[in-house]
């Protein structure tokens, strides 16, 4: 266990809708990653927040979208979904800064149908 | 941006061998390689990582090797148990705090 929760588990939900995934870091980390892993992308960074800011996007597309609460648990908002977007959601949570490492969460099933 | 490359992508081995998996990575700004394990419905589980000032590092039954001016590193298994059957994800990153870049994966299988 690596201590980054993530929910929901699974999410089936259909085309055009939105929907929120949810992450907790481990205790005392302040940075926050978002990971897809598809079939055919492998596993691919989205974006990244530390102590509530944004720090870096990576291949997030402009209908997701993503926050860091002052608690520090982040939420990752997918809208207009299609049926590509169907993945595994992954976050990791690091203590920041330059030589930490970074530890994922069991990941959220989205299927889009 | 940076491109990871990661082969073989299936690898079958027989319990008690070692097994081998490579990267190679493209932008000689990258100084952190950390390898994942994941296994079926688990997010990946960090079992090593390297920094670009050292050219080796060993845990146990698992080692990393470097090499930076050929930009490759590679995971060693020795002594491989079917406990190891996993897929295994090779990283690199400009620093550990950053985004990762991730190979494609490596599907290992340990038979007893």
């Known amino acids: 266990d690596s201590g980054v929760t993530q929910t929901p588990k699974h999410l089936i939900t259909a085309t055009g809708q939105r929907v929120t995934l949810r992450c907790s870091p481990r205790?005392?980390?302040?940075?926050v990653y978002w990971y897809q892993q598809s079939l055919d992308q492998g596993l691919q960074f989205l974006i990244q927040?530390?102590?509530?800011?944004?720090?870096a996007k990576g291949n997030i597309l402009e209908r997701f979208s993503a926050q860091q609460f002052p608690d520090l648990h982040s939420e990752l908002n997918l809208s207009s979904l299609e049926l590509g977007d169907s993945a595994l959601y992954f976050c990791?949570?690091?203590?920041?800064?330059?030589?930490?490492?970074?530890?994922f969460g069991p990941g959220t099933r989205l299927t889009v149908l | 941006g940076e491109n990871v490359e990661q082969h073989p992508s299936t690898l079958s081995v027989q319990e008690g061998d070692s097994a081998v998996i490579k990267c190679t990575y493209s932008?000689?700004?990258?100084?952190?390689f950390p390898w994942y394990k994941q296994e079926l419905g688990k997010g990946p589980q960090l079992i090593i990582d390297?920094?670009?000032?050292?050219g080796e590092k060993k845990d146990q039954r698992i080692a990393v090797t470097l090499n930076k001016t050929a930009k490759h590193f590679s995971l060693h298994i020795t002594e491989t148990q079917p406990e190891d059957s996993a897929v295994y994800f090779c990283?690199?990153?400009?620093?550990?705090?950053?985004?990762?870049?991730f190979g494609k994966g490596t599907s290992l299988l340990v038979t007893p």
């Open positions: 990791a949570s690091s203590v920041g800064g330059g030589l930490a490492e970074q530890f």
């Open positions: 205790s005392g980390d302040l940075s």
């Open positions: 927040y530390y102590n509530g800011e944004e720090r």
């Open positions: 932008d000689s700004a990258s100084n952190y």
């Open positions: 390297i920094r670009s000032n050292v």
């Open positions: 990283a690199a990153s400009w620093n550990s705090g950053y985004a990762l870049n």
